[in-house]
């Protein structure tokens, strides 16, 4: 597979995890906590089979095949990591928002 098409897969889930967990968000927001969490569940399957591509890169450099690094593909992991970094933040949300309505 071309770099190219990697760094667009890795686009693809990261972005759809992060709109995943900020939706989430929104949903907690407004007292839906069921509907957040499973949408947390999608972002974290997105990100498990976006995690699985970048291992695929990692496992190809580690194993002597070099991976063209260009700026797409640096794009692409920057999504990622924006991406767990949301969803974990959309977790503490969806707990903060989780005892608020607990505590009322």
Do not use: W
């Amino acid at each position: 597979m071309r770099t190219e098409e990697i760094a667009m897969g890795l686009i693809v889930g990261a972005g759809t995890a992060r709109s995943d967990a900020r939706e989430a968000i929104r949903l907690a927001r407004s007292g839906n906590l069921t509907a957040a969490r499973e949408l947390l569940q999608s972002a974290s399957e997105s990100l498990l089979s976006t995690h699985h591509i970048q291992t695929d890169l990692i496992q190809e450099e580690a194993t002597g095949n070099h991976i063209e690094l260009n700026l797409l593909l640096i794009h692409a992991q920057d999504h990622l990591m924006n991406a767990i970094t949301m969803k974990e933040i959309a977790e503490e949300f969806i707990e903060l928002y989780a005892s608020q309505l607990e505590n009322k």
